[in-house]
């Protein structure tokens, strides 16, 4: 699709971007996207690129970031592979798998994603003018900072798709971070004049404490760089509630719980949003144990999440000892679960004869469930529902994994799905693993679970608090940013 054709499409929109990673992006599109849609708007959510391993399969079977899902929720839209066209995945420091239009396209190097990125601009303005079809408006997220110069150059995540789509910007700033100021105008001085013609404004996230001591900092911004303020925003206590897509943002939940999950934190924690619905269990303690820290002693349970890099993962988890912590674990009578990655480190082996997910080959699972793993270039991408056999309670969620698994334990399958086993656990139950994510997210399958355990689970359905929290996140932003203002620069262009 050429520039001429997307202008053509004429979709009114608006881009949030940011003076870094990090900054609330996600949440602010998410919270704008619902207060339009309270308005009476359609509106739709639209992330160029995006770098996750964190993702969510779409109701047209491919895979976005898992925050396009939740805007994508905040809009009360069925979730669309062009919601996010370019996704990046993680599999080392250097490399990642890169899907285009919800399916796998390739894996390159850093470096080389530089050159290839330039190809794919065609494919992000095809899914834009996809995402406008049949709405108002759309609400788009940048990656990153337009402040990153160096990557300029065939940019399709910023200013280079803001400026092939003609779209409005809008910058945002955390203010929790400290250097706010600087950031906004240090922004402003290096853009260039064609990408900072587009910029209509600027907002400042995350503000702790009296805002009216930002005062003097807001005027001088305002008058620095000569942007239309359209508010500063407090911190949103509730963030918490809301499912997180970047590995930055984990953290334990405080509480009382007398049921303690430990779940380390590998370094390429995948999916971990799995484990959310248990943020509104109160008898539940979950903790994220960081890289150098020990697995705690007291766990009930500990779950290994899902991993971008199985064979990368499983070396990461030995060189923190947290093997031998595992191993302790099981001893005291603990138990275990492992969901998509973290079920493949379980068994006795993972295999990747074709460097899959890095360099070819194989290596010794966890040896605590009796089975192995191949993995294979076929990706499997689907919603699911079914049953755990063990409660005999429904669950619904998704697979996005690489690998065929058998062996004895998975004659003990935890799960069905239309008839099909999925997972494989040992002969006591207490060591379990699946392929499916989200399940926690099913409130009867919780329930029963936890029951197992002793625990008298909430009546709260988790979905109803995910809805309930981005209403209360769009009337925070009400309250406190100019969303009229937003919203008229959206449809107005400018």
Known sequence: MSKNALASTNTPALMIQGTGSNVGKSLLVAGLCRAARNRGLRVAPFKPQNMSNNAAVTADGGEIGRAQALQSLACGLPTSIHMNPVLLKPETDLGAQVVVQGHRFTTTRAADYQSLKCTLLDRVQESFSHVGKNVDLVIVEGAGSPAEINLREGDIANMGFARAAQVPVILAGDIDRGGVIAQMVGTRTILDPADEALVAGFL?????????????????????????????????????????????????????????????????????????????????????????????????????????????????????????????????????????????????????????????????????????????????????????????????????????????????????????????????????????????????????????FGLKANSVSYAVEVETTLDALAMHMESHLDVDGLLSIALSGR
């Open 204 to 452: 400042i996230n995350k503000f702790r404490g009296d805002i009216s001591l930002f005062d003097d900092g807001y005027r001088f911004i305002e008058e620095k760089t000569g942007w239309r303020g359209f508010g500063t925003l407090p911190w949103f206590a509730e963030a918490g509630r809301l499912p997180a897509e970047d590995a930055v943002d984990l953290g334990s939940l405080p509480s009382d719980g007398g049921f303690r999950i430990a779940c380390p934190m590998l370094s390429r924690i995948a999916n971990f949003d799995d484990l959310d619905p248990l943020k509104i269990e109160e008898g539940v303690s979950l903790q994220m144990i960081p890289p150098g820290s020990p697995l705690p002693g007291d766990a009930d349970l500990v779950i290994l999440a899902g991993s971008k890099s199985t064979r990368g993962d499983l070396a990461f988890l030995r060189s923190q000892g947290w093997d031998v912590d595992l191993y302790a674990h099981v001893r005291r009578g603990g138990h275990v679960l492992g969901i998509c990655g973290g079920y493949q480190m379980l068994g006795r082996i993972v295999s990747d004869p074709d460097g899959e997910e890095g360099p070819a080959g194989s290596d010794p699972g966890l040896g605590l469930l009796d089975i192995e793993t191949t993995l294979a270039r076929d990706k499997a991408v689907r919603n699911v529902t079914g049953r755990h056999l063990p409660t005999n309670t429904q669950v619904s969620g998704y697979e996005i994994h690489l690998g065929v698994t058998t062996g004895p334990d998975c004659l003990r399958p935890p799960i069905e799905i239309g008839g099909r086993p999925d997972g494989a656990a040992t002969t006591n139950g207490r060591i379990w693993g699946t392929y499916v994510h989200g399940l926690f997210g099913s409130d009867p399958f919780r329930k029963a679970f936890l029951g197992a």
